[in-house]
């Protein structure tokens, strides 16, 4: 029995995006570690490496509730990778979710097609 890699997922549990992706992950027949943002906020150097991986600019989720609540001053603030992961450090909701460590790569946001392929390695 060879040791699987294991798949991280990072989110809130109330989240329907992240509920869709993890059902998707269960019908797949896919085990993964769930990480729930409000329980276990990530540290500012783990959002600053998934930023360095995939941007900051896809990091964010510029359309959700967090993000719309934030005063105008703090909004216009974000403008690069470091003071995204500010932000984003003190308001972990305001990431874009899920975020999906899978051996070296990084997913963030659900898409059912990159998910397919990024993850054919670790289907049994």
Same mark, same amino acid.
């Given at each position: 029995m060879s040791a699987m890699p294991t798949l991280k997922v990072y989110g809130l549990t109330q989240c329907d995006t992240v509920k869709r992706a993890r059902q998707w992950l269960q019908s797949q027949g896919l085990d993964y570690q769930f990480i729930d943002f409000k329980k276990t906020p990530p540290h500012a150097s783990q959002i600053a490496a998934?930023? &360095?991986?995939? #941007?900051?600019?896809? /990091? /964010?989720? %510029? %359309? #959700?509730?967090?993000? %719309?609540? /934030? &005063?105008?001053?703090t909004q216009a603030a974000v403008n690069d990778a470091a003071s995204a992961v500010a932000v984003l450090a003190q308001h972990p909701s305001a990431i874009r979710r899920p975020v999906v460590e899978a051996g070296g790569a990084l997913l963030v946001g659900f898409d059912e097609a990159a998910w397919r392929e990024a993850l054919s390695s670790f289907a049994r």
């Open positions: 998934w930023a &360095d991986a995939v #941007g900051w600019e896809a /990091l /964010l989720n %510029r %359309r #959700g509730t967090t993000w %719309r609540k /934030l &005063d105008a001053a």
